[in-house]
């Protein structure tokens, strides 16, 4: 996905999934969350043989999910300017 940070791609197997269906619900729903517009800390493994807190890389994750919603919204507006 060409909007994300490329070590936030390394990741996208663990937060894809939550993530579409967030952007998703505020298509259907026409809500937000509040919350989402915090940064969020992950703690991405650097191997698979983690043994202490420096095996972590942190990705902070911030308002990727407005980013994207807007990027969506502007892409249809486009159509009826």
Not at 40 to 69: G, H, M, Q
Not at 71 to 77: D, N
């Amino acid at each position: 996905m060409a909007i994300l940070p490329f070590s936030s791609k390394k990741a996208w197997h663990v937060v894809g999934n939550d993530f579409c269906v967030v952007v998703r619900d505020f298509f259907t729903y026409r809500e937000l969350l509040k919350q989402v517009n915090h940064s969020i800390i992950a703690l991405v493994p650097k191997s698979t043989n983690v043994t202490s807190d420096a095996d972590f890389c942190p990705i902070f994750c911030c308002n990727v999910i407005y980013k994207v919603i807007s990027k969506i919204l502007a892409s249809r507006i486009v159509n009826v300017l």
